[in-house]
Structure formats: C-alpha cells, structure tokens
C-alpha cells in the first residue's frame, strides 16, 4: 500500500473514510474552525537554495518555481476543506493563519475568547444531556 497515493485529492482510500466518518458523525457535534488570513507557503524553506555552484537548467528551473511559489500567499487549509458541510456541525473562523490559529497571546485574545467559548459550549451540561452524556463535567478540566 502506497501511502502517499493514498493521501493524494480523489483517492480511494480516502473517498471511503469520508463515508464511514458521516454515517459515525451523526450522533456528534462538531465545531469546525477555519483559517482567514492568508500566509506564504513553504517560508521555513528558503535554505533549500543552498548547493554549490555551477547549477544545472534543471536545478534553476526548480528554484525559479520555489521563489514563484514563495511570491504569493495561500490558505494553507481553504475553507472547502476545513469545513464538513453536516447539519451537526457548526463553523466558526478564525482571525489567523494556519500556522497561528492555535496560538494566542492572552486570554484577551479574540481567538483565544471565541474557541473558549466553543470548547464550553461542547461541555456544559445542556450540550452533554442533549447528546445522551449525563456525567457532570467540571469546565476547568477541559481548559486551563
């Protein structure tokens, strides 16, 4: 088995865990959260540019398409693919690359304060009874 052809857009293998994830997703509910600014790709790369000289056609082809592919930005994870599309599921965005929609700087930070509340919101005792989950959970265990 190929892990990287099994990793590739359309495969297969990845087609069916799809499948088997929507029909075990039902009974769940899930918060998904998206990245809204855009970052240059591969920026911890730039010493790929390190051989010594002479450099063949092939070795300036290939560094001309990385500085091309520097020059512009990207989400790393658009929106299409952070999002599941189930009635279950509620989307949020997030005010941050990919590299720091996990990172914040204080408990003041929007972020930070938005999937607080998200996190919240998935223990309190309404969600958990709703879900069939009657144990009492206390919040501070799931954030500190």
Do not use: W
Not at 34 to 45: D, F, I, K, N, V
Not at 55 to 74: N, Q
Request: net charge negative; charged share 20%; with cysteine.
């Amino acid at each position: 088995m190929d892990l990287l052809r099994n990793l590739e857009t359309g495969s297969a293998t990845l087609e069916e865990i799809s499948r088997q994830f929507i029909q075990r997703a039902v009974p769940l509910q899930i918060m998904s959260f998206y990245e809204m600014q855009t970052e240059r790709p591969l920026s911890c790369l730039v010493s790929i540019i390190s051989y010594v000289p002479p450099y063949s056609l092939d070795d300036l082809l290939l560094m001309l398409r990385f500085l091309a592919y520097k020059l512009y930005l990207i989400k790393v994870v658009p929106e299409s693919s952070a999002i599941l599309g189930l009635s279950n599921e509620l989307v949020l965005s997030l005010n941050a690359g990919h590299r720091s929609m996990c990172r914040y700087n204080s408990e003041e930070n929007q972020n930070y304060i938005l999937v607080e509340s998200a996190i919240k919101e998935l223990v309190s005792p309404k969600a958990l009874s709703s879900h069939g989950t009657t144990s009492e959970y206390n919040i501070d265990d799931f954030i500190s």
